[in-house]
């Protein structure tokens, strides 16, 4: 199984950018996917997570304007990021929690490579 993210990138004030996160691999059902983001010297934290069944949770910072949408065909998650501050720069992580073929429906958290997002003026 793997995650592949995109979208990151360097955005003004106030811009938007979309990440998109790419589950493949023998995976018999996702879960939950979501999108975590780390800055140097800090823990990751959540940033937003939906389930399969298209239940959402968002941290209380991005609340209004983050939006988080999922694929489930495609096994794809998305994160539209407006009104953008220079607070949001971090590595933002794809998570997913599911079930691969062949674990005995077992589930694991599997994590992208990791996308910088900059904002800056």
């Known amino acids: 199984v793997q995650l592949q993210a995109s979208g990151g990138g360097l955005v003004q004030p106030g811009g938007s950018l979309r990440l998109s996160c790419a589950a493949s691999?023998?995976?018999?059902?996702?879960?939950?996917m979501g999108w975590y983001r780390q800055v140097p010297g800090k823990q990751r934290e959540l940033v937003a997570t939906t389930t399969n069944g298209g239940s959402t949770d968002y941290a209380d910072s991005v609340k209004g304007r983050f939006a988080i949408s999922g694929d489930n065909a495609k096994n794809t998650v998305y994160l539209q990021m407006n009104s953008l501050k220079p607070e949001d720069t971090a590595v933002y992580y794809c998570?997913?929690?599911?079930?691969?073929?062949?674990?005995?429906?077992?589930?694991?958290?599997?994590w992208g490579q990791g996308t910088q997002v900059t904002v800056s003026s």
């Open positions: 691999g023998n995976i018999i059902r996702i879960n939950v």
């Open positions: 998570n997913a929690n599911l079930i691969p073929r062949g674990s005995g429906w077992r589930t694991y958290d599997y």
